[in-house]
Each structure stands twice: as structure tokens, then as C-alpha cells.
């Protein structure tokens, strides 16, 4: 069964709103989780990794203040565009491992974001 | 910089064939982990295999095996008897030591052919 859920699965926003994505770890208290970013036909893009009580740690280019990482409890890390703009539309994935650099991560079913 | 890279960006086969995918990789660690995921059209990433790169043998999952070849830094994926639940796109990946981060490939879309 599933490990890792996100919500909202697909979510259409006008231009200027904020939305917040949820990712929980279903059956491990994860003190990491992953954001990752995917557009069309391409590969996966890590934009942050969030830590459990802590600040996230972004990737070089992804805007901090657009891209709000929390990670508030070990099961749950949210992920909030602020501002969206039309650019901002994509397909959002989190991960959870086990800790670790050796453990294997884990994927949600991803969000997909429309910004009109 | 740590690479992945799979040189083919689609591959068919016919049904109970087999297939291979190639992916290989560029670190100057020595130990680290690879991975197959798959990303069929509902776009959930499932972990096909895995590898630990202190292990000589080749890791099997049913009909998924890979070849690996740590001096050439190579992780190739082969399926067996394909099916049609076996369309997806795959990509590789691998993590390394003292990075949680995984590096993935720019993946291979896997069509099967009834």
C-alpha cells in the first residue's frame, strides 16, 4: 500500500493566490522529506529537501520565498506556492526516506498545479 | 559533478519479449546506492530495483534484473517477458554517500507493443 500521500492530487488556482500542498508519510516517522518538481516528458527536479523542526534546504535557483517549505511533524511537510503564476504550473512530488543516505525514497502520487 | 545519464529516450518492444535499458553514471565516490524507478501515466514513481555498489551480484526483482558494472559505471536495466502494464517511463537514479539526494537520469519511455 501506499507509504507517502499528497493532497490535493489536482488543484487550478488564479494567478496571484497561494496554494498549499500536503505530503504525509503514511507509516514512518520521517525527519526528512523531498519536494521535487516535474514538468512535462522530463525528469524529476529536486527543489528542496524539508527537515523535521527546521529550516528546508533549498536547491540552487528555487526561490525560497516563492516555494514555503514546512515540515512541522515527522508525518507531515507542506509545500505552498505563494503568488502563483502561470510559470508556476507543474506536476509536485514529495519523498520520504528512511534516513540515510543508503535508504530508498518514496514517492507520492505528486500534485498537479494549473495557475490561470 | 555527480551525472546520470540513460542515451535512449524511447524504446518499444513486442510483448513477452525482452527488453534492456541503459543508464550509466558518473561519481568519484565509491559507495553508493542505484535505482530503477518506474512512472507509468499516472505519474506515481514505483521503485523497480535496487542495487548496492558493494555488491558484485546483480540484483533480481521477478522479471526485472539489472547488469552492473561498477568500473565502467554502468546500471543497465533488463525486462523479461514484458507486458503491457510494463509501459512507463523508467529512470535511473542513484544516491551516494553522505548525500540523501538522489540524481536521477532524464528516464526512458518504454512502450510495449500487443
Known amino acids: 500500500g501506499a507509504v507517502v500521500s499528497q493532497h490535493p492530487s489536482w488543484v487550478i488556482c488564479k494567478s496571484g493566490t497561494s496554494v498549499k500542498i500536503e505530503c504525509r508519510s503514511l507509516?514512518?516517522?520521517?525527519?526528512?522529506m523531498f519536494w521535487y518538481r516535474q514538468f512535462p516528458k522530463q525528469s524529476l527536479m529536486l527543489m528542496a529537501t524539508?527537515?523535521?523542526?527546521?529550516?528546508?534546504?533549498?536547491e540552487q535557483g528555487v526561490e525560497k520565498d516563492k516555494f514555503l517549505i514546512n515540515h512541522a511533524s515527522l508525518t507531515l511537510s507542506t509545500l505552498t506556492v505563494t503568488s502563483a503564476h502561470p510559470e508556476d504550473s507543474s506536476f509536485y512530488i514529495c519523498?520520504?526516506?528512511?534516513?540515510?543516505?543508503?535508504?530508498?525514497?518514496?514517492f507520492g502520487p505528486g500534485t498537479r498545479l494549473l495557475v490561470l | 559533478a555527480q551525472t546520470v545519464t540513460q542515451s535512449q529516450p524511447e524504446m518499444s518492444v513486442q510483448e513477452a519479449e525482452t527488453v534492456t535499458l541503459s543508464c550509466t553514471y558518473d561519481?568519484?565516490?565509491?559507495?553508493?546506492?542505484l535505482f530503477w524507478y518506474k512512472q507509468p501515466p499516472s505519474r506515481q514513481m514505483i521503485l523497480v530495483i535496487r542495487?548496492?555498489?558493494?555488491?558484485?551480484q546483480n540484483a533480481t526483482e521477478n522479471r526485472f534484473s539489472v547488469n552492473f558494472q561498477k568500473a565502467a559505471k554502468s546500471f543497465s536495466l533488463k525486462i523479461s517477458d514484458s507486458q503491457l502494464g510494463d509501459a512507463a517511463m523508467y529512470f535511473c537514479a542513484f544516491v551516494t554517500q553522505g548525500a540523501q539526494k538522489l540524481v536521477f537520469g532524464q528516464g526512458t519511455r518504454l512502450t510495449i507493443n500487443p
Open positions: 519523498s520520504r526516506d528512511r534516513g540515510g543516505y543508503q535508504e530508498t525514497q518514496y
Open positions: 507509516d514512518f516517522q520521517a525527519t526528512t
Open positions: 524539508s527537515n523535521e523542526g527546521s529550516k528546508a534546504t533549498y
Open positions: 561519481t568519484s565516490e565509491s559507495d553508493y546506492y
Open positions: 542495487q548496492e555498489a558493494y555488491k558484485q
